[in-house]
């Protein structure tokens, strides 16, 4: 699969989810949504794509970035990545969310198998993620050179804001790597956390 | 069952350098790490000698309440530079470090049942 999430930083958050149900019409795994509160640096709406392959996305994106040429739109982040959700085949859960986060360039690719291994670890332990995928970012744009994208669907939103990050697989041993009092840290800039309600 | 948590610092000085990090740390870094909440319960020394020609090791361990406080304490912390810019200003006297997060072993179950 070819993913493309976007997460768009505007006030006429109505307006531009309307322009951008009509500009991804015909993908048909689309998830266009205001994000919910609670969101940190994770913009107004968030839109994931899913492809078969790549073959469709310059049309696509020359249409979203024509929807999202307006003035009352302040700031994106998107990433593509391949992959596709880990989980049963129509995973259950009423929230999505993208983590958008960056490496430190200079992280040696056995530490960064060892995040990606810990990362992957989460959902083993956090019985609220229904489904996931972790992919490494093939192409970023926003604020920062995103790296990785890490998603999940959860059963609702007290499943994200409770046991996510109540549960000590989280605090207590993934947390390290984006803690700058731990000698582990590499993710050094600022992460989006978003996410929104899935359609019933 | 409590929910208190554990922060445990374990720091290898360079030879020499384990007294000078004792009360930097006590001195500089702990006022601060108790305005975020946490509680320090003891600064260990092994072995218990200052030495000058050997590696010493300093365990040092915090309390916190529970984990929503050791959200709180690490949200108040990240966006601070001066917390990162300490540990990278005492790095010339450190060989090696790691800081865990842990829990007494009859919380363990309960800590997971989120």
């Not at chain 1, 006030?11 to 149900?21: P, S, Y």
């Not at chain 2, 948590?5 to 360079?14: A, G």
Request: with cysteine.
């Amino acid at each position: 699969m070819f993913n493309v999430t976007t997460l768009v930083h505007t006030e006429a958050r109505d307006a531009v989810v309307a322009a951008l149900r009509s500009a991804v019409h015909g993908v048909p795994d689309a998830l266009i949504a205001p994000t919910l509160p609670g969101v940190r640096n994770g913009g107004d709406v968030l839109m994931h794509l899913g492809f078969h392959d790549d073959r469709d996305w310059p049309r696509v994106r020359a249409r979203i970035d024509e929807a999202l040429s307006t003035p009352a739109v302040t700031r994106v982040d998107s990433v593509t990545y391949r992959g596709t959700l880990v989980g049963p085949e129509n995973p259950d859960g009423s929230v999505y969310r993208a983590l958008f986060l960056r490496v430190a360039p200079d992280t040696p690719d056995d530490v960064v198998e060892r995040f990606e291994a810990d990362l992957a670890a989460l959902p083993r332990y956090v019985s609220t993620i229904t489904a996931w995928q972790l992919s490494r970012v093939e192409e970023a744009t926003g604020v920062s050179d995103w790296t990785h994208v890490f998603s999940q669907r959860f059963t609702d939103l007290a499943g994200l804001t409770g046991p996510y990050l109540m549960h000590p697989i989280h605090w207590a041993y993934v947390d390290r790597w984006f803690d700058p009092e731990c000698p582990e840290y590499i993710v050094r800039d600022r992460v989006c956390h978003s996410f929104c309600a899935l359609p019933h | 069952m409590s929910e208190e948590v554990y922060v445990v610092d374990r720091v290898i000085t360079k030879p020499g350098c384990a007294k000078r990090f004792v009360d930097a740390y006590l001195a500089e870094y702990a006022p601060g790490a108790r305005q975020r909440g946490m509680t320090l319960r003891d600064v260990l020394v092994s072995p218990p000698i200052w030495f000058d020609d050997q590696v010493n090791t300093i365990t040092v361990t915090w309390s916190l309440p529970s984990p929503q406080a050791w959200w709180e304490m690490t949200w108040q912390g990240r966006p601070d530079p001066t917390v990162a810019q300490w540990w990278a200003d005492v790095g010339p006297w450190i060989h090696d470090r790691s800081r865990g997060v842990a829990a007494a072993a009859e919380d363990v179950d309960g800590l997971c049942d989120v």
